[in-house]
């Protein structure tokens, strides 16, 4: 997994409440295992028409958008299934940290096991990075997660709160799998003294 550290980069302002994980990547793309490929498919029923052309009025088919980092989005972010192809196609479409006042529980943790970074604020705070988003391309910011805080464009922070041990496997790179290599040594000790014990198993 791709460790973070920090990120630069434009914010896209998706001002909507109860954001689901269908929304976010609608069943017809659960078919692949694969974590790419899935970004053509990250909020499609809202970037496309019937056609397949764009919807120039979603937010990330605007062009100061397209290239967007990070997301700030509305109350209770990635509800309803779990499905972690969630994370994947906004990992995929290039988005690294979604802010907002609450999350989905399976979605926030399916954030840290792929690699973003979902950070909760305040309702003030929140609105203060709407204001910043709605800049366009010029809506960078910054975020810091050793110092747990995100930058504005015209240098205002916001602090935010985070698990020590989140935070250590995000700016770390370690998924699930990672975690466990971590303990290779420990577990190959083990094995190589069971094998000699119970050379019959």
Known sequence: MEKFTTLEGVAAP?????????????????KTIKRTGLGKGLFSE??????????????????????????????????????????????????????STSFGDIFYNNCFKNGILPIRVTQDDLDKLFDDADRGSNATLSIDL??????????????FEID????????????????????????????AKAKKERAWA
């Open 14 to 30: 998706l001002k909507i409440i109860n954001v689901d994980t269908d929304m976010i990547i609608p069943k017809q793309y659960l």
């Open 46 to 99: 809202q970037r496309y028409k019937d056609d397949g052309s764009e919807n120039p009025d979603f937010i990330l088919n605007k062009p100061a958008y397209r290239h967007s980092k990070v997301l700030v989005a509305g109350d209770n972010f990635g509800c309803g299934s779990s499905r972690e192809h969630a994370p994947w196609a906004l990992l995929d479409f290039g988005i690294r940290c979604v802010i």
């Open 146 to 159: 050793a110092k747990q805080e995100i930058r504005g464009p015209d240098g205002g922070t916001v602090k």
């Open 164 to 191: 020590p041990f989140r935070k250590h496997c995000l700016m770390n790179g370690l998924d699930d799998i990672g975690l466990t290599m971590e303990k290779k040594a420990s577990i190959d000790s083990y094995e």
